[in-house]
Structures are given as structure tokens and as C-alpha cells.
């Protein structure tokens, strides 16, 4: 097994989302926010294809309808750019913002086997986006799947900004 010190070289160490259009998220938005990166930070496998070696610093920012991922690694001045079109998450964004909101309904006032049949298509949504993700970064980075989904839902988590005004 390899040590601490050459597997840092393939992780992700620090998240920080564009907080600049953020108007305001509901409770339980802001609990997926802080659960995905305390997630993301604890374990991940992320690796650039063609840049240096981690640990990384990772900044996530809608521009443009674009997802831009800021990349930065110890002991290098430049920052990575990778950016990635949007336009074939809007669905399964919006779908899984519907789920998501049935889900915290459901917690309210249905039945634990419904509510586990509304989280086992949320978790299929979820893990639906977390493998287009992966296959939109594939040029550009390696990532397991695990990463994939706490990125999925930290995408999510910037379009909410779009939703709430």
C-alpha cells in the first residue's frame, strides 16, 4: 500500500466554490454543499492528465454556463483552466433538483418505504450525472466515481443560485 505521501499526489485537498452570485440556498442545500466537500476533502482519487501532480486545489465556478474547474497544485505559480459545457446537464440538473425537493417533502410526511423509493431515484439521478461528469473530464483529469458524485452534486449546488432569486 502506497503512504500518505504518494497518494496526496492524486487528491483533491481543498474545495472553494464561486460565491460571488450566490443570493441564498435553503437549509438543506447548504447541508448537501458542506457534506460534499468535508466528503471530497476526506477521500478522493483526482489526477490531471496532462499537468502536475497534487495535492490539489479545486475552484468550481459556473461562467457562462460553463462549469470552469480552477486547478491548483503545490509548488506551481499557474493554475489549471479545465472547462466544461453545461448544455448536457440542464436535464438531469432540473430532474434532480425535482427529486430533491420530493425527497425533503417525503421526509415530512410519507412513510419510510416511499421515502426510500424516492432516494433510490434520487441516488440514481445522482449517480447518472456523476458518470456524465466523469465522462465530460475524461480528457483532462482521472477521477473515481466517488469523486465524480460529490463534484455532481457540488455543480448542483452553484445552479441552485439560478433557481432561488
Do not use: W
Not at 36 to 57: H, S, W
Request: hydrophobic share 40%; aromatic share 6%.
Amino acid at each position: 500500500m502506497a503512504d500518505n505521501g504518494s497518494e496526496s499526489r492524486f487528491q483533491i485537498a481543498s474545495v472553494s466554490l464561486d460565491e460571488r452570485l450566490v443570493l441564498r440556498r435553503t437549509p438543506e442545500v447548504e447541508q448537501e454543499r458542506a457534506v460534499a466537500i468535508f466528503d471530497l476533502i476526506e477521500k478522493n482519487r483526482f489526477r490531471l492528465l496532462d499537468g502536475p501532480d497534487g495535492p490539489y486545489g479545486l475552484h468550481l465556478a459556473i461562467v457562462e454556463r460553463r462549469l470552469n474547474l480552477r486547478i491548483t497544485a503545490s509548488g506551481r505559480s499557474r493554475p489549471v483552466e479545465i472547462t466544461v459545457s453545461l448544455g448536457g446537464f440542464r436535464r438531469i440538473v432540473k430532474d434532480y433538483f425535482t427529486i430533491c425537493d420530493s425527497y425533503y417533502e417525503a421526509i415530512k410526511r410519507l412513510s419510510p418505504s416511499q421515502i426510500e423509493a424516492i432516494d433510490a431515484g434520487r441516488r440514481a439521478l445522482h449517480d447518472e450525472g456523476a458518470e456524465m461528469l466523469q465522462q465530460a473530464l475524461a480528457a483532462h483529469a482521472e477521477l473515481d466515481h466517488d469523486t465524480a458524485r460529490q463534484l455532481f452534486t457540488l455543480l448542483c449546488v452553484l445552479h441552485f443560485r439560478a433557481r432561488s432569486g
